[in-house]
């Protein structure tokens, strides 16, 4: 597939980063030849030095024959022009874009090919407010990810000493919970991961993560770690479009404070939140950690765009008594190195986007693409198509199929007449046309394999 890429950000050179593996032809246009230089040098990818939505840059990209415009530059303007330009001047056949500014995004007559002629929005700030959402609907999860609307979540926890299922193997996990259905899909141990069968023993500070029901993640979560009681009380440092979305979304179940530095936008805050207090000063003030009762708060955010504001903040707060604190890390070099110390979960922007993204690039029928391991592994949701004739799944048990190494079918959800039906894995599982098939592949490298193995053969048309 043919790709021009607007944009080698940090969204952008991740994006390039993944599609380059997967044989795509891929174009990065930016006006930092720096950045370009950079990318070039690490991967097999063209760059174009020059403005993105210029009709003379794209031509030069090669926009003419191109499949697919991904406008992923942190201007919001200059992405929906871009599209604008390679659907009226180039018809190119796909057009996807990063916007961020509410305005936008709240009028749903702006974006059709009557109008700005965006196939697909990208809202990284809404990806980003939502995951933390479902992090805090879900207490002592690491990370919580909606497949099939959120009918089937895969939770990641870490297995803690003295959970009832610490020090047994998987195939005892039925026996504990008898009428709980779920599947564990990978753990990773010592950051190496395992693939696990029924006779893997489960150890004190391994990652597991699990797919279940949404209605059964807390009983399976209570199986691997001392089940934390749901929160009350959160402070967000940070008012940005993150911490305002988020904030909103709370102040409805939760007591909420935003510590926010801005004057202007502390006011701002104040005149569109509904219950959240809105306090106007500095996160790191330890004496105003103090007034607002630090130690008695459930979860303190970080969600400022300085990765060190947001890092000496989380650690702030937990020195002074906060119980979980979470601190969004925009550089993903150091999510690995500050998440599990003082800081408990730190989350990736990128990460949170670039799956978004690569849900609408892949080829097959996918719903839904989550980037795990900070790339290294995924989370995917196709539909299967076809008849056993046409099909490599359909009509098949999952003990049949020819799966890749270190990939594994977690459950499908299959619509019927009352509903839907959320089926975990097992060996003798059947696969139907128009299920909803969760696969979870260690390594990504093999996700030109998972496509072949879920296209349609001729017989099928």
């Not at 610490?166 to 504990?176: D, I, P, S, T, Y």
Request: hydrophobic share 45%; net charge negative; proline share 2%.
């Amino acid at each position: 597939m043919k790709i021009i890429i607007l944009g080698a950000g940090q969204v952008g050179a991740s994006l390039a980063e993944n599609l380059a593996d997967e044989s795509n032809d891929i174009t990065v246009i930016d006006t930092d030849n720096t950045r370009l230089r950079e990318l070039r040098d690490r991967l097999d990818i063209g760059v174009v030095n020059g403005e993105g939505s210029h009709p003379d840059v794209l031509v030069q990209a090669g926009v003419e024959d191109a499949d697919m415009l991904v406008a992923v530059t942190n201007n919001d303007e200059i992405n929906m022009i871009a599209c604008q330009v390679a659907h009226s001047l180039f018809r190119t056949p796909t057009k996807i874009a990063r916007v961020r500014a509410t305005a936008y995004l709240t009028n749903n007559k702006l974006f059709s090919n009557d109008a700005i002629p965006i196939d697909v929005l990208i809202s990284p700030e809404q990806l980003v407010s939502d995951y933390i959402h479902r992090l805090i609907e879900t207490p002592g999860a690491l990370q919580v990810l909606d497949f099939a609307e959120g009918k089937v979540q895969l939770v990641a926890v870490k297995a803690y000493h003295g959970g009832p299922l610490v020090g047994q193997e998987l195939r005892f996990l039925r026996q504990h919970m008898p009428s709980v259905e779920t599947r564990v899909a990978a753990i990773y141990r010592r950051g190496r991961a395992i693939m696990p069968t029924g006779s893997t023993l489960i150890e004190a500070d391994d990652e597991v993560f699990f797919l279940a029901g949404k209605s059964d993640i807390r009983a399976v979560i209570s199986e691997l770690r001392r089940m934390e009681t749901a929160y009350k009380r959160i402070i967000i440092a940070g008012g940005g479009n993150i911490g305002m979305r988020l904030a909103r979304k709370l102040e409805g179940r939760y007591s909420v404070r935003v510590i926010e530095h801005n004057k202007g936008r502390a006011n701002h805050l104040s005149e569109h939140l509904e219950r959240a207090i809105v306090l106007h000063g500095s996160a790191s003030d330890q004496d105003l950690l103090a007034e607002e009762n630090i130690e008695d708060t459930d979860v303190f955010l970080a969600l400022t765009n300085d990765d060190e504001a947001n890092i000496m903040s989380s650690m702030l707060a937990k020195r002074l008594g906060a119980r979980k604190v979470m601190a969004l890390i925009n550089n993903p070099a150091y999510v690995d190195l500050v998440q599990g110390g003082d800081i408990d979960i730190a989350i990736s922007p990128q990460t949170t986007t670039i799956g978004s993204l690569l849900t609408h690039v892949r080829r097959g029928d996918m719903v839904s693409v989550y980037s795990l391991r900070r790339g290294a592994a995924e989370a995917i949701e196709l539909i299967a198509h076809g008849d056993k004739n046409s099909s490599k799944v359909v009509g098949r048990a999952l003990e049949d199929i020819d799966l890749p190494q270190g990939a594994n079918i977690g459950a499908l959800v299959r619509e019927t007449e009352s509903g839907s039906e959320v089926i975990i894995a097992h060996d003798d599982v059947v696969v139907e046309s128009g299920d909803h098939v969760i696969v979870f592949l260690l390594n990504k490298k093999h996700i030109r394999d998972i496509e072949k193995l879920f296209q349609v053969g001729f017989t099928f048309f």
